[in-house]
């Protein structure tokens, strides 16, 4: 089982629609989550960290689940440009980073 | 301003050459790591270092080489022992190694 594994998609929606991904992880003694935004042909950035008691930056929402062990990132009234892939990553004694899901938003 | 930086953004190389990738930051950052990214793959950590004059190798080193003199700087060298150097590298800084990273803009490189 990989250590973290996301599904690649892609996901496509219509502008305004709302959109979830899940991510799941197989260390139980993981300690920090973030999801992380690649545009095409760009480097990763961050786009939130994961808290445990879930939190909301915007239009964007991310949540933990430690006893399934999986983090989600909610995306509502998706615009164009959210179109990316989203990167999951976890750490325990280092960042391990999904291989991502990518979302077209399309018109 | 700080950041991260990497240079040459493009990068030719013929078979058979070292060619070095350059990664500085002024972040004051500890650790610093390098990946390499193959078309619509994940990242693959290649070599991470926690301090200066420190360095670990990460998933897929060979064919790699680093040094780790100032705790600004983290080049790294690709072989030519690297079997397939055709790639996105893309070097990262953090204050430790279970925190979030920071990305350079990355250097394309192609092998002819």
């Known amino acids: 089982r990989k250590e973290v594994e996301q599904d690649p998609g892609p996901f496509n929606v219509p502008e305004g629609a709302t959109v979830a991904f899940n991510c799941t992880y197989s260390n139980s003694a993981s300690q920090s989550f973030f999801w992380y935004r690649q545009d095409c042909r760009k480097e990763p950035k961050l786009l939130m960290s994961?808290?445990?008691s879930g939190n909301e930056d915007g239009r964007f929402t991310a949540q933990l689940n430690r006893a399934s062990q999986y983090i989600s990132l909610l995306i509502r009234d998706s615009k164009l440009s959210d179109s990316a892939t989203y990167l999951c990553?976890?750490?325990?004694?280092?960042?391990?980073f999904g291989t991502g899901t990518r979302l077209q938003v399309f018109p | 301003d700080g950041g991260i930086t990497q240079s040459p953004k493009y990068l030719f190389r013929k078979e058979g050459q070292n060619v070095t990738l350059s990664c500085e930051q002024n972040?004051?950052?500890?650790?610093m790591y390098w990946y390499r990214q193959d078309p619509g793959q994940g990242l693959r950590l290649i070599y991470y270092s926690q301090i200066v004059n420190d360095f670990q190798k990460g998933d897929i080193a060979e064919g790699y080489s680093v040094s780790r003199e100032k705790k600004e700087s983290f080049p790294l060298t690709v072989t030519s022992a690297q079997k397939n150097p055709t790639a996105f590298y893309l070097c990262?800084?953090?204050f430790g190694l279970g925190n979030e990273q920071f990305f350079g803009p990355g250097t394309r490189l192609t092998v002819l």
């Open positions: 972040l004051n950052h500890d650790a």
């Open positions: 994961v808290y445990s």
């Open positions: 990262a800084s953090s």
């Open positions: 990553v976890v750490t325990a004694d280092k960042l391990i």
